[in-house]
């Protein structure tokens, strides 16, 4: 398996496992909380078709990447990304996140800018800034996620049940547009994911991604459902798009936070419109 290495924790390499496929320009996707670069696999294969590259992997702490105690905040996110950038040498990139995925591509953009990247698609985002408080009474009360870290700390694994639950909006959804099957298996991905990793990344979920977005240079698209029982609509998408002039947003009417999975030939559509598809005889090449 590839691996490349970000760092070190006395000892051991800090390692993130990544796949590389096909040919064309490179679309980097980035996953959300709990789970892995296989959280893509609806979005792959569509990209591959289309001509392109496609490049998934696991942040630190999650899927098979190494599980630290350290990093898990979204400056050395970011850093791991751009590791994974200049190792790869990817140029003319088309950066991909979802959820917590997104915080890689909006705090790469401001902090390392677009020397490399073309385009940047965040599906439901967790800018600009989830954290209410006095310049932000838009946001969430912060006992809210201190009581998320403490239902990680009591029992993780009941945890990711109400998550999962969340993640898809399991009475409204089960049996049609999510299988029994389906919830079992992304659950079974977020128990793999490190205790730590788990419980730490939940004060990440509270950057301020405000800064970041003046620094954005580069089309950027914005697809959310209206819905999203994770990161609600009203306080993330809806908010961002006039923060990032330019940018455009899709809003899937009554669709959940796990929209990838749940919603994946809009998400595909929205997002072969946004980068221009490649030929088919790209592809057929292959």
Not at 46 to 67: E, K, M, V
Not at 217 to 231: E, N, R, S, T
Request: hydrophobic share 40%.
């Amino acid at each position: 398996m590839p691996f490349v290495t970000v760092g070190r924790e006395n000892s051991a390499p800090i390692d993130l496992y990544y796949e590389d496929h096909g040919a064309g320009q490179p679309v980097v996707l980035i996953h959300g909380f709990p789970y892995s670069g296989s959280s893509w696999e609806k979005e792959v294969e569509p990209l591959l078709s289309a001509g392109y590259r496609t490049i998934t992997y696991d942040r630190r702490g999650f899927g098979n990447s190494s599980q630290p105690a350290m990093g898990y905040d979204y400056d050395t996110f970011a850093a791991d990304l751009d590791v994974l950038m200049r190792e790869l040498d990817l140029r003319d990139a088309i950066l991909v996140g979802h959820s917590m995925g997104t915080g890689e591509v909006i705090h790469y953009l401001g902090v390392y800018g677009s020397q490399r990247v073309s385009k940047a698609v965040v599906i439901s985002p967790l800018a600009p800034f989830l954290l209410k408080t006095p310049d932000n009474p838009e946001g969430v009360d912060q006992s809210l996620f201190d009581g998320f870290k403490n239902a990680v700390i009591q029992d993780r694994f009941a945890y990711l049940t109400s998550f999962v639950t969340n993640f898809f909006s399991w009475d409204e959804n089960k049996g049609k547009r999510v299988s029994e099957d389906a919830f079992k298996a992304h659950w079974q991905v977020g128990a793999r994911a490190s205790a730590i990793a788990t419980l730490h990344c939940v004060d990440a979920w509270l950057t301020d991604f405000r800064p970041d977005l003046p620094r954005i240079d580069v089309p950027l698209l914005i697809i959310q459902g209206d819905k999203d029982a994770v990161l609600p609509y009203e306080v993330t998408g809806k908010r961002l798009a006039p923060m990032v002039p330019g940018s455009q947003l899709v809003t899937l009417r009554g669709a959940p936070h796990g929209i990838p999975w749940t919603h994946a030939d809009e998400i595909n559509k929205a997002i072969m419109e946004f980068i221009g598809t490649r030929t088919m005889a790209m592809a057929g090449a292959r």
